[in-house]
């Protein structure tokens, strides 16, 4: 099972919106309803942004929302802050083999 | 407050065995899947394995099948990897995480496991 794909970097000027994309297959991505979405600090803990496509945890600031089409999923971070500037990955349970598949990252910075 | 700790990883010998815990607190552990993520250093994060509420159900990435087994004990509130037949590949921090892709997910702090002679 291979690494969903996301883009290595983005970024933004503060105030900016910025979207990553998770390509995954019609396996994955495709099929689930369970595709989420973690940031990242250096040192830290994954810390999950949305779940469930485009559901958002509470406490998560609502400038963060995701969306899927296909294979793809997306996240767009609106109103870019010094804060968002972390490491994003996707994640999706793959319906086929019953496992979990996560994104190959994404560094975001603000500009 | 929920809180999930792992247990000190360390260095071992390729070939070697290591027996990762979690303990959990703050929230009713038996009534939750559980899970653990591994990250190696300056790399992305993949998803080892997977255990369900009573420890009846087990899932694992094709990488550690055969290799690690993931257990729990309800009672003691705690999460167990027993990693045998370590490989420098397997080099990585390892997260125990709860529910890690719901809206009530949590993860621990991670703890560093490094194969090496």
């Known amino acids: 099972q291979s690494a969903l794909t996301q883009p290595p970097s983005a970024s933004g000027s503060p105030g900016q919106s910025v979207t990553i994309s998770c390509t995954g297959t019609s396996g994955d991505v495709g099929v689930s309803k369970y595709v989420s979405w973690y940031q990242q600090h250096p040192g830290k803990a994954p810390k999950v942004m949305i779940y469930e496509v485009n559901k958002r945890p509470s406490g998560v600031p609502d400038r963060f929302s995701g969306s899927k089409s296909g294979n793809t999923a997306s996240l767009t971070v609106s109103g870019l802050q010094a804060e968002d500037e972390a490491e994003y990955f996707c994640?999706?349970?793959?319906?086929?083999?019953?496992?979990?598949?996560f994104g190959t990252g994404t560094k975001v910075t603000v500009l | 407050e929920v809180q999930l700790v792992e247990s000190e990883g360390g260095l071992v010998q390729p070939g070697g065995s290591v027996r990762l815990s979690c303990a959990a607190s703050g929230f009713s552990f038996s009534n939750h899947w559980m899970h653990w993520v591994r990250q190696a250093p300056g790399k992305g994060l993949v998803w080892v394995s997977r255990i369900n509420r009573d420890g009846s159900m087990t899932g694992y990435v094709d990488s550690v099948k055969g290799r690690f087994t993931v257990s729990r004990d309800n009672a003691k509130n705690t999460l167990y990897l027993q990693m045998n037949s370590l490989r420098a590949e397997d080099t990585a921090m390892y997260y125990c995480a709860r529910d890690f892709d719901s809206g009530d997910g949590h993860w621990g702090q991670g703890t560093l496991v490094t194969v090496s002679s």
């Open positions: 994640s999706s349970y793959a319906v086929s083999s019953d496992i979990y598949v």
